[in-house]
C-alpha cells in the first residue's frame, strides 16, 4: 500500500519561521541516457491538505501522474523544473549535474524558497564546486532539510517529483522518435535489456552518458 504524503515535517518549518518552503527531488540520477532532472515546488504556511491521489511520482502510473499536474501547479505557489544533460553529465560529474540543474530550476522561480526539503540522505545542492562546474551558475546558500524518501512523506517533495517526473518522460518520448531502437518511451534512458542490446548493436548516440559503463557498441 503506498504512503499517503503528509503536511507535517512542512507544518514544523513554518512553526519555525520558514516563510516560503520548497520541495526538491529529482529524476533520471541513475539513467544511462538523457538529462538528469530537478524539480523544486514552494508552498507557504497558507497550504491546505495534499491534493488526493498526489504520491510519490515513481509510485504513480503515467496516467496518475498526468492527472495530477494540474491539480499539483493549483495547490502550490510556484515551481520549476531545471535539467542538465548527457554531455553536461560527462563533463562534470552526476553530483555537480544535479546541483546545476538545481541552479536552473531556481532561477526559473518567482518564488523563492528560504528553505528546502531535499529527498534523501545526500546534500547534493550543498556539493562542493568542481573546477568543472560551470562558474556562471553561482552557489544557492539556502538551508536544507533532509528527509530520506521525502517525496513518499512530504507533499511538497512529491509534487516536485511528478513535476520532474512527467518532464522528464515527455523529453524522453520525444527524442525516442528520432531513436526508436532505444526503447526510450517506455525505459526512459535506464538500463532495461532492449536499451542495452540497441546500444551493443548501434552504439552510442549524443543522448548516452558516455563516461558511464555502457555495453561496447559495433566494432569499426
Not at 14 to 43: C, H, K, M, Y
Not at 105 to 118: G, M, N, Q, R
Not at 211 to 216: E, H, I
Request: charged content about 25%.
Amino acid at each position: 500500500m503506498a504512503i499517503t504524503p503528509t503536511l507535517d515535517l512542512e507544518r514544523e518549518l513554518f512553526n519555525s519561521g520558514v516563510r516560503f518552503l520548497g520541495g526538491v527531488d529529482e529524476v533520471g540520477r541513475g539513467a544511462i541516457a538523457g538529462p538528469v532532472t530537478v524539480g523544486i515546488a514552494v508552498i507557504d504556511a497558507t497550504v491546505v491538505d495534499v491534493p488526493k491521489g498526489l504520491r510519490d511520482s515513481k509510485l504513480m502510473s503515467k496516467a496518475a501522474r498526468a492527472r495530477m499536474i494540474e491539480p499539483t501547479k493549483d495547490w502550490v505557489l510556484d515551481y520549476a523544473i531545471g535539467s542538465a544533460t548527457a554531455d553536461e553529465i560527462d563533463a562534470i560529474g552526476i553530483v555537480n549535474a544535479l546541483r546545476l540543474a538545481w541552479t536552473r530550476a531556481y532561477a526559473e522561480l518567482s518564488t523563492k524558497p528560504d528553505h528546502v526539503i531535499l529527498d534523501g540522505k545526500h546534500n547534493w545542492i550543498e556539493a562542493p564546486k568542481s573546477d568543472l562546474f560551470d562558474m556562471q551558475e553561482s552557489a544557492i546558500d539556502i538551508p536544507v532539510t533532509m528527509k530520506i524518501k521525502g517525496d513518499a512523506h512530504c507533499g511538497v517533495v512529491a509534487a516536485a517529483s511528478v513535476f520532474a517526473k512527467v518532464e522528464r518522460d515527455a523529453y524522453m518520448a520525444q527524442i525516442a522518435t528520432e531513436h526508436p531502437e532505444f526503447g526510450w518511451e517506455s525505459n526512459v534512458g535506464y538500463g532495461a535489456a532492449v536499451h542495452m542490446d540497441a546500444i551493443a548493436r548501434l552504439g552510442a548516440t549524443q543522448f548516452h552518458r558516455t563516461s558511464w559503463n555502457l555495453p561496447s557498441g559495433p566494432a569499426e
